[in-house]
């Protein structure tokens, strides 16, 4: 079967890796909610960045619900979930791998960014982030391992 192409980012044809039925929790649709309310700083930075197809006619759903776990934002047409670490996830090592491990079960990509980069390097995390679509969901991205990019230093 032909792979759809989704859009194009510098000239690199997307490919659409629609992951479905996914598992969802409703008892966390409520707490969803007031996470969008509550505003992090850096997800809201982000958010500015990415809402309303405006990163490439991409679609991000905010504090998506998978499973168990809220995840900060979520590409459905890519399986590509992007979480924006900052010091909510200090001291929390043992959680968040049980928790990516989980999540990498259901064949989603994780890609990790520094809530510190969003706030002093938007522009580079943005550039950082195109290239890491591009190396995973192109031509290109047909050998690359499902784990996401490597930023998340600097904290």
Same mark, same amino acid.
């Given at each position: $079967?032909e792979?759809?192409?989704?859009?194009?980012?510098?000239?690199? !044809?997307?490919y659409?890796?629609?992951?479905q039925?996914? /598992?969802?929790?409703?008892?966390l649709?409520?707490? +969803?909610?007031?996470?969008?309310?509550?505003g992090n700083? /850096?997800e809201?930075v &982000?958010? *500015? *960045?990415?809402?309303?197809?405006? &990163?490439y006619?991409?679609? &991000?759903d905010? *504090?998506?619900?998978?499973?168990?776990?809220?995840?900060d &934002?979520?590409?459905?047409?890519?399986?590509?979930?992007?979480?924006?670490?900052?010091? +909510?996830h200090?001291?929390?090592?043992v959680?968040?791998?049980l928790?990516?491990?989980?999540? $990498? +079960?259901?064949?989603?990509?994780?890609?990790r960014i520094?809530?510190?980069?969003?706030?002093?390097?938007?522009?580079?995390? $943005?550039?950082?982030?195109?290239?890491?679509?591009?190396?995973?969901? +192109?031509?290109?991205?047909l050998t690359? !391992? /499902?784990?996401?990019h /490597?930023?998340?230093?600097?904290?």
């Amino acid at each position: $079967m032909e792979k759809e192409v989704l859009t194009y980012i510098n000239g690199n !044809p997307i490919y659409r890796n629609f992951i479905q039925n996914l /598992p969802y929790n409703p008892d966390l649709k409520h707490r +969803s909610k007031n996470l969008r309310k509550a505003g992090n700083y /850096p997800e809201v930075v &982000f958010w *500015q *960045q990415v809402r309303s197809g405006s &990163f490439y006619q991409l679609d &991000f759903d905010r *504090q998506r619900i998978i499973g168990n776990y809220i995840v900060d &934002f979520y590409i459905k047409a890519l399986g590509l979930i992007i979480e924006i670490d900052g010091s +909510s996830h200090n001291d929390k090592d043992v959680y968040d791998d049980l928790r990516e491990q989980y999540l $990498m +079960s259901f064949k989603l990509k994780i890609y990790r960014i520094s809530s510190l980069r969003i706030l002093h390097d938007l522009n580079n995390v $943005m550039i950082e982030f195109e290239n890491y679509i591009v190396d995973a969901y +192109s031509n290109k991205g047909l050998t690359t !391992p /499902p784990f996401g990019h /490597p930023s998340k230093g600097g904290e």
